[in-house]
């Protein structure tokens, strides 16, 4: 690696960080309020994102002052599930060092933002405190692993839980610069002949790397948009092996043609016996192989696309040491979210909750994040974060559930049966002011479009249709709105690229309708569409499956008829 020519300057930081240590310790002690660019960059690996708060950025520079830095912290919590203990931690961390909200991701997990770096270390230590980790939160490697959020019981999902645990355990950072950082570990002493990370090496992943697993005919984890995607198969009450789906990925730079979202392509079958080795074999072929000199082109899928599906097959063979059996055929039945309130396997309560864009806070309105904290004092829930940003609380007695919707109601904060089914089918990223990338706002305007977009499906008969929206303040796609069946993405403040197309069960990616869309033009564009979806769909026909069944030229003719 060290004499490879031309690798990106990210390689370079990553090899000389000395397995992520960089100058991190140091740095929190030199008094500044941000981090070096390599450290920036190592500090990732850790779950820690250096931001500055965007609304305040011009100006501060007019004042000649430096910009407001903070920091953001995203654990690793596989599968999303948190006990209250863990959950109450979250929560009172975000009133003492964030700024007063816990963010769930798209991935599962929980994010706290604006914590300055002065807090940074008793934020970390606090978060272990409660066993849950930051380390693989973000940074080239394997991140938070993520699985149907529904709180299943049998043999069935504990062994798939049980899977789930042995490769998040197998593919994880090894390196003790985590605890000699942030938890004041001793500083270990390898002999030379020992590495800290035997699956990753010095240089660890070429680019950022996604494992989602799901139960068959359950796609609400969108596995298609995963480096890896894992899927259960059932063989009466026991797991019978898994289908293994490779080179997913949403993100693409609005400037660049040829980058581009891909869904994950069937690879082949496994035994539970076969699934950490594959997955760790996967791994390597991309550790080894994928594009270290341009990171727009260096997650799996541009290695797959470039060297095709079988060429990659056989070095997951040559890597794991022995021919993979070919996958079985993935049928799904359902992508929703479990919202609502149900009662599981065991007779025990489920509720879940809509969380708009994630985002826990009290606000003047409703005292979200109070209330929530509340109930699982007094109920001590298990509590599940989901795949869409969404939050259950789960093994509760069915007399609990009623007590806690009750409380819910009367702090005016709505149940998932209360909201139109494209609120519940609906997400966005976190966008401006924290994210460094956005162009466009995305969390912070939303409200105000899909309200206006419900309107119109009231106005059209259609209220009781579920049509998925996502909105990202960037072409990246945090919130993967390349599956969504319309996905508006940010291309410059204010304005929008219209994505039309992709089906429910995230199988099949949308198409770009139109560019540059006003914000305030958002709505009005995809109303013709709507219109005449309302009067010409076919029986039970989705949104989605719509516009594909009619195709691009036929929207945009609808489109413009109604402005001209
Ligand atoms: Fe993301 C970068 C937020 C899920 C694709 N993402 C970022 C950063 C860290 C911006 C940055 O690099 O400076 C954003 C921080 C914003 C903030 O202020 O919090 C950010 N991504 C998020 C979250 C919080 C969105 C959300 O609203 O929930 C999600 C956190 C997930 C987690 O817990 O790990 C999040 N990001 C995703 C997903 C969806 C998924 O994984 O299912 C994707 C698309 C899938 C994929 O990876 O292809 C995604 N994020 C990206 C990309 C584009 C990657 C690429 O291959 O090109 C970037 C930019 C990058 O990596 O250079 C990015
Ligand atoms: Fe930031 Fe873009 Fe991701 Fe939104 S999609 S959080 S704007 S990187």
């Known amino acids: 690696?060290?004499?490879?020519?031309?690798?990106?300057?990210?390689?370079?930081?990553?090899?000389?960080?000395?397995?992520?240590?960089?100058?991190?310790?140091?740095?929190?002690?030199?008094?500044?309020?941000?981090?070096?660019?390599?450290?920036?960059?190592?500090?990732?690996?850790?779950?820690?994102?250096?931001?500055?708060?965007?609304?305040?950025?011009?100006?501060?520079?007019?004042?000649?002052?430096?910009?407001?830095?903070?920091?953001?912290?995203?654990?690793?919590?596989?599968?999303?599930?948190?006990?209250?203990?863990?959950?109450?931690?979250?929560?009172?961390?975000?009133?003492?060092?964030?700024?007063?909200?816990?963010?769930?991701?798209?991935?599962?997990?929980?994010?706290?933002?604006?914590?300055?770096?002065?807090n940074l270390k008793e934020t970390i230590r606090s978060i272990n405190e409660v066993l849950i980790t930051t380390l693989g939160g973000c940074g080239d490697q394997v991140r938070n692993t993520i699985?149907?959020?529904?709180?299943?019981?049998?043999?069935?999902?504990?062994?798939?839980?049980?899977?789930?645990?042995?490769?998040?355990?197998?593919l994880s950072a090894k390196t003790h610069a985590y605890h000699e950082i942030w938890l004041d570990g001793e500083k270990v002493t390898l002999d030379e002949d020992e590495t800290e990370e035997p699956v990753y090496g010095r240089t660890y992943l070429p680019r950022k790397f996604k494992l989602a697993f799901a139960y068959e005919g359950d796609n609400c984890s969108d596995i298609?948009?995963?480096d890896i995607g894992i899927v259960a198969h059932r063989d009466g009450d026991a797991v019978a092996g898994y289908t293994l789906v490779v080179g997913g990925g949403m993100g693409r730079t609005a400037s660049d043609k040829n980058t581009h979202?891909?869904?994950?392509?069937?690879?082949?079958?496994?035994?539970?016996?076969?699934?950490?080795?594959?997955?760790?074999?996967?791994?390597?072929?991309?550790?080894?192989?994928?594009?270290?000199?341009?990171?727009?082109?260096?997650?799996?899928?541009?290695?797959?696309?470039?060297?095709?599906?079988?060429?990659?097959?056989?070095?997951?063979?040559?890597?794991?040491?022995?021919?993979?059996?070919?996958?079985?055929?993935?049928?799904?039945?359902?992508s929703a979210?479990?919202?609502?309130?149900?009662?599981?396997?065991?007779?025990?309560?489920?509720?879940?909750?809509?969380?708009?864009?994630?985002?826990?806070?009290?606000?003047?309105?409703?005292?979200?994040?109070?209330?929530?904290r509340e109930i699982v004092q007094t109920y001590r829930p298990v509590i599940r974060l989901t795949t869409q940003q969404n939050l259950l609380l789960t093994e509760l007695s069915v007399e609990a559930l009623d007590e806690i919707e009750q409380k819910l109601r009367a702090a005016g904060i709505h149940l998932a049966s209360e909201f139109p089914p494209t609120r519940l089918a609906s997400m966005t990223c976190v966008a401006l002011p924290t994210c460094g990338l956005a162009i466009a706002e995305s969390e912070r305007v939303f409200p105000a479009v899909i309200r206006q977009f419900e309107?119109?499906?009231?106005?059209?008969?259609?209220?009781?249709?579920?049509?998925?929206?996502?909105?990202?303040?960037?072409?990246?796609?945090?919130?993967?709105?390349?599956?969504?069946?319309?996905?508006?993405?940010?291309r410059a403040l204010g304005k929008y690229d219209v994505f039309l197309g992709a089906n429910a069960e995230g199988t099949r990616l949308n198409q770009l309708f139109k560019e540059m869309v006003p914000l305030d033009n958002l709505v009005d564009t995809v109303r013709?569409?709507?219109?005449?979806?309302?009067?010409?769909?076919?029986?039970n026909e989705r949104f989605g499956d719509f516009c594909h069944r009619v195709g691009l030229e036929r929207l945009r003719e609808l489109e413009s008829i109604s402005v001209g």
């Not at 699985?147 to 197998?170: I, K, N, S």
């Not at 499906?457 to 969504?484: D, F, H, K, Q």
């Open 455 to 490: 309107s119109v499906l009231e106005e059209l008969g259609l209220a009781e249709e579920s049509i998925s929206v996502r909105m990202t303040g960037c072409a990246n796609g945090c919130a993967r709105p390349y599956i969504a069946e319309i996905g508006f993405v940010g």
């Open 337 to 372: 979210d479990h919202l609502g309130r149900h009662v599981d396997e065991n007779g025990k309560g489920y509720l879940g909750l809509f969380i708009a864009s994630g985002r826990i806070r009290d606000t003047d309105e409703v005292p979200l994040k109070t209330v929530l």
């Open 1 to 118: 690696m060290a004499d490879e020519k031309n690798v990106s300057k990210v390689e370079l930081i990553k090899e000389a960080s000395n397995h992520l240590r960089g100058t991190i310790a140091e740095a929190l002690q030199d008094g500044t309020s941000h981090f070096s660019e390599e450290n920036f960059q190592v500090l990732k690996f850790h779950g820690v994102y250096q931001q500055d708060n965007r609304d305040l950025r011009k100006a501060l520079k007019k004042e000649g002052k430096e910009r407001a830095y903070s920091m953001m912290i995203r654990a690793r919590i596989p599968g999303g599930v948190l006990n209250a203990e863990q959950y109450l931690q979250f929560d009172r961390l975000a009133d003492l060092y964030g700024s007063g909200s816990l963010r769930i991701t798209t991935r599962q997990t929980f994010q706290l933002h604006g914590v300055l770096k002065h």
């Open 147 to 170: 699985c149907c959020a529904a709180p299943h019981h049998g043999p069935f999902y504990d062994e798939v839980r049980a899977d789930l645990l042995a490769v998040v355990d197998r």
């Open 528 to 539: 013709p569409l709507l219109k005449a979806y309302a009067e010409e769909r076919l029986p």
């Open 261 to 334: 979202p891909a869904l994950a392509k069937p690879l082949a079958f496994v035994t539970r016996d076969q699934l950490v080795d594959v997955c760790t074999a996967i791994v390597k072929v991309q550790r080894d192989h994928g594009n270290r000199v341009d990171r727009k082109f260096a997650r799996m899928k541009y290695l797959i696309e470039a060297k095709g599906l079988d060429w990659f097959k056989a070095q997951v063979e040559a890597v794991y040491g022995a021919k993979l059996l070919p996958p079985r055929n993935l049928v799904w039945h359902s």
């Open 224 to 226: 298609y948009s995963n």
